[in-house]
């Protein structure tokens, strides 16, 4: 009773959400619960016809969410314990395996490939969330959250970084640091700013993206971390935690969502036209229509 209590709240707090905000909620539109049926949800990632693929790592499957008649069912289980996904250019998807704090791709047909499993021969603390950039390249954040299934080990890096690896895979390396616990990541369709939150400093930074893959220009975006992260067509910028909170370009909050979950953690852009807002949050994800669409794929 409780939790159907909250959801109606959160409905309502959509809904009624001051008119001065940014219209980029559709008209009428309502949090809409999906399914309650897991653990925790995370790293939710749109392929090209709309399906959103997402986590529940305490129970290592990867679910897949058909968007055209709103059914969830297993994709991948067991899953390497993958949290953040992505998909590439080719249709395989990345995934932020921290079974043994590895990345992988998996192609269609479920077929694994280890692209990242140290640096420098250490073990890295977790590779937590992805973006790909338009030509290929990858970037990611490495936290270190300590999982029940690892091993104690001493070989372990422990700096908290963000990595890039090139189109061509040769390699990764270190494009950012000085982080508390860097989470969320999310760049511009124009492959040329990258966003990156570091929850544990409540703060989430914007870079340039060099032509070397490089960053540079680090700049304090917003006063608030995230754990996941997601942009739209207007430039808008979406973090998660509480609910979820959305700012414009320039930084300034122009909306907040309520979600009934204590804890949000990721979300993104799904349906045929990228215009349904998908949320993973704890043990349920819900869809929203939007009035704004994702940029991940362009006809």
């Not at 070989?155 to 895979?169: F, G, L, T």
Request: hydrophobic share 35%; aromatic share 12%.
């Amino acid at each position: 009773m409780m939790k159907n209590y909250l959801f109606i709240f959160a409905v309502l707090a959509v809904v009624t959400t001051s008119c001065k905000a940014q219209n980029i909620i559709a008209e009428g539109a309502e949090l809409t619960l999906v399914s309650d049926q897991y653990e925790f949800t995370e790293g939710p990632a749109v392929a090209k016809n709309g399906d959103v693929y997402f986590t529940d790592q305490p129970n290592d499957r990867i679910i897949k969410w058909n968007a055209s008649d709103n059914s969830v069912s297993d994709w991948m289980k067991p899953s390497g314990r993958s949290n953040g996904l992505y998909f590439d250019n080719d249709g395989n998807l990345l995934s932020c395996a921290d079974e043994k704090n590895e990345l992988w791709s998996i192609d269609p047909e479920k077929n694994v490939t280890v692209l990242v499993d140290n640096y420098e021969d250490k073990l890295l603390g977790g590779p937590n969330d992805l973006w790909i950039h338009p030509n290929g390249g990858i970037y990611f954040t490495d936290p270190l959250y300590d999982r029940p299934w690892w091993k104690p080990t001493e070989n372990r890096i422990q700096e908290r970084r963000v990595y890039y690896m090139p189109a061509d895979k040769s390699r990764i390396t270190i494009v950012a640091k000085d982080f508390v616990m860097p989470n969320g990541i999310i760049g511009s369709s124009d492959g040329k700013t990258l966003y990156v939150a570091d929850i544990g400093d409540k703060k989430t930074y914007v870079y340039s993206i060099n032509e070397d893959g490089s960053l540079s220009e680090r700049k304090v975006f917003c006063e608030l971390g995230s754990d996941g992260m997601t942009l739209d067509n207007q430039g808008n910028v979406y973090l998660t935690g509480n609910g979820v909170t959305v700012f414009d370009k320039t930084g300034k909050q122009i909306r907040h969502i309520e979600v009934p979950e204590k804890w949000t953690a990721n979300v993104t852009f799904g349906g045929p036209d990228q215009n349904i807002l998908f949320i993973t949050a704890m043990d349920s994800v819900y869809t929203l229509k939007m009035v704004v669409n994702g940029v991940r794929y362009k006809n």
